[in-house]
């Protein structure tokens, strides 16, 4: 079946603007994850979905970030006033459940000029 | 919270030999750990991964091993292949609140034919 799917794939845009990043997880997975990686590093965790419970927003480093997530289905994470500290590819996970592997989109490779 | 330390972050081999990559992490909560391979410009890709209950797990060309009392968990490739080279990651998790991954910071394997 489809795995996990993220839009756009990349993303330019200037300092000070709003960006918002699309992630669908693959059908019937109840756990969705955002993680940033940015250049030549490891995933950093920003955020945690699980069913209808409170999302764990632990890894969101600044108020400019927040993300959503409508039942358990699609997911947008969005970056208010970018700064240039923002450019990094953003990677989407789905699982079945909280305690099961993690299956990773494509990521959304994010420019701040 | 947690610390994943990984190393080498650089491994060349040539092919055929054995590839070992090493990491430790400091919150014995912890209790599920995955090892991710990502090739250039791709999604993270689970390849194997360890539940604390066991010590080993293999899968064909790859094992890894678990001390949960000195907090290591290494990842062994045997008969590396070209088509091995790549980043490998590992990650840690406690799943207390769902399986949000530490990674470590990754090591870029490279078979040398």
């Known amino acids: 079946g489809a795995g996990v799917s993220q839009s756009p794939s990349n993303k330019v845009t200037e300092k000070g603007k709003d960006v918002e990043l699309r992630c669908d997880p693959i059908?019937?997975?109840?756990?969705l994850y955002w993680y940033r990686q940015r250049l030549g590093q490891g995933l950093e965790f920003l955020i945690y979905f699980q069913g209808n419970s409170a999302p764990d927003k632990s890894g969101l480093p600044s108020d400019r970030f927040s993300a959503e997530r409508t039942g358990e289905s699609v997911s947008t994470l969005t970056i208010q006033r970018t700064q240039q500290e923002d450019s990094a590819v953003y990677l989407c996970?789905?699982?079945?459940?909280?305690?099961?592997?993690?299956?990773f989109g494509d990521g959304t490779r994010l420019s701040i000029l | 919270g947690e610390n994943v330390e990984q190393h080498p972050s650089t491994l060349s081999v040539q092919e055929g030999d054995s590839a070992v990559i090493k990491c430790t992490y400091s919150d014995s909560a912890s209790n599920y750990f995955p090892w991710y391979k990502q090739e250039l410009g791709k999604r993270p890709q689970l390849i194997i991964d360890i539940r604390s209950n066991v010590g080993e797990k293999k899968d064909q060309r790859i094992a890894v091993t678990l001390n949960k009392t000195a907090k290591h968990f290494s990842l062994h490739i045997t008969e590396t292949q070209p088509e091995d080279s790549a980043v490998y990651f590992c990650a840690a998790a406690n799943g207390a609140g769902g399986n949000k991954l530490t990674f470590g910071t990754g090591t870029q394997l490279k078979v040398e034919l």
């Open positions: 059908s019937g997975h109840t756990a």
């Open positions: 996970a789905s699982s079945v459940t909280g305690r099961q592997p993690q299956h």
